[in-house]
């Protein structure tokens, strides 16, 4: 993640992808596409042929995909969104919080420097999930969190809530620390 994309992540309070990470996360969307734009086209084809094929049976296989891709784009979209938590915390005491929970959750941590950490996971193959990008900004007082199905690894619709449990994991412990520095 670049200097620009965090910059960027931040003032949209959505996670910036890099254009094979934007292919990767809707990849979903252009599956669903596929067979459609497969099927006009040979429809299109047959019609200047000449030939008077019946649309009947196939046009479930053309209508139901592209009635799901605006769907599929919304969700893949507000999954980029990050949950925020406020915190007074120091930068040190965070950053073993984050740590604590990579452990806890099996996260294998690539980046780290004074604007973010970067995290992913490496299920078993039996887990059923592919893996996920965990991603957490700084920002002033103000901690950044996004979980997302890895979108270098094999596209995924669900993560059986292990994306929200990431989130949900390090904001739960960074507002128990704030709790007890507060007491």
């Not at 915190?87 to 919080?97: D, V």
């Not at 979108?151 to 128990?176: A, C, F, Q």
């Amino acid at each position: 993640m670049t200097n620009e994309q965090v910059k960027r992540s931040i003032d949209s309070n959505e996670l910036q992808l890099s254009f094979g990470d934007k292919i990767g996360h809707y990849f979903i969307i252009f599956f669903l596409l596929f067979m459609p734009a497969l099927l006009i086209s040979f429809k299109i084809r047959d019609y200047f042929e000449g030939i008077n094929n019946s649309i009947e049976g196939g046009i479930w296989f053309i209508f139901i995909p592209i009635a799901l891709a605006p769907f599929a784009y919304i969700l893949q979209r507000n999954r980029l969104k990050f949950l925020a938590v406020e915190s007074n915390l120091p930068k040190e005491e965070i950053l073993r919080i984050i740590e604590k929970v990579a452990k806890e959750l099996e996260w294998d941590i690539f980046k780290k420097n004074e604007k973010m950490v970067l995290a992913i996971t490496s299920p078993s193959f039996f887990s059923g999930s592919w893996g996920e990008l965990i991603t957490i900004l700084f920002d002033k007082n103000r901690i950044l969190v996004n979980s997302i199905c890895d979108p270098g690894k094999k596209t995924s619709l669900v993560s059986y809530r292990r994306n929200k449990k990431n989130m949900l994991t390090i904001i739960d412990e960074i507002n128990k620390a704030n709790q007890l520095a507060s007491a």
